[in-house]
């Protein structure tokens, strides 16, 4: 119980119920097979269509998102992380009050052959958390706190000239030491590619927690997106993923 203390001492301490992903304005929860559809290129409010049936649930859950070839390299690079517009969420820089501490929260490492762009600190928000209304919320023992549905961090670099390799770089190096500081991923990692992005998701525990996990690439910028559980279950991979998907349409700018 201290620990957990320790580690939530920054955040908002509620009793609220966890939340469920509600789509497009309605209060029907998303449904976790309509939640692998791709959203349209460039637009993030599609990264949460509207459904009849519940987004939690233990496990990946739900249909595969659409698997498609990587297209080949636009030359488009970016030059700033902006807080994204997403449709039901509510988005600001920083990790939303809520962090893991001794180390437990992700990050993107094994990107050393890569060039980093820097960026102007006060323009780019390389850490985005957003959250879904009615709050979530993380309990252990009497302990309640205010999380975020995920919180995004993100890489912006000179070239990728191979996004699916240095994707699978960053992974392996997130996810090893992830692990050597506790996080114990669980299930197979899954790969899911479309024109503009290669996304690779795998699901963990961490602190006690069940966090879904999504590394992402294309062929400028590189990122994680690490989504708390909603009711204490994990958030789907098949919903995981059109949510990293929005997360990068709005997220970077040109």
Request: glycine share 12%; with cysteine; hydrophobic share 40%.
């Amino acid at each position: 119980m201290s620990r957990f203390r320790a580690v939530v001492a920054s955040v908002v301490l509620a009793s609220s119920v966890a939340v469920t992903l509600t789509g497009c304005g309605s209060t029907d929860p998303v449904d976790a097979k309509a939640s692998t559809e791709r959203p349209p290129a460039g637009k993030a409010s599609a990264g949460q269509p509207s459904g009849g049936g519940p987004a939690t649930g233990g496990g990946e859950g739900g249909a595969a998102p659409a698997v498609e070839k990587l297209a080949a390299d636009p030359g488009t690079r970016y030059t700033a992380i902006a807080v994204p517009e997403l449709e039901g969420l509510v988005c600001d820089e920083g990790d939303g009050g809520f962090h893991y501490g001794s180390d437990l929260d992700m990050i993107v490492t094994g990107d050393d052959g890569l060039k980093e762009i820097e960026g102007d600190s006060q323009d780019t928000a390389d850490e985005v958390s957003c959250f879904g209304s009615p709050r979530n919320v993380l309990r252990k023992g009497t302990m309640s706190a205010s999380a975020p549905m995920f919180t995004a961090r993100t890489n912006l670099y000179e070239n990728v000239p191979d996004p699916t390799a240095a994707l699978n770089r960053i992974f392996d190096g997130s996810v090893a030491l992830a692990t050597d500081y506790g996080r114990d991923f669980t299930g197979e990692p899954r790969t899911f590619t479309s024109g503009a992005l290669v996304v690779k998701c795998r699901q963990n525990v961490t602190d006690t927690f069940p966090m879904t996990t999504c590394f992402w690439a294309n062929y400028g910028a590189a990122g994680v997106v690490d989504f708390f559980p909603a009711d204490a279950e994990y958030i789907p991979i098949a919903s995981a993923v059109p949510w990293t998907r929005a997360f990068v349409a709005g997220a970077l700018r040109k």
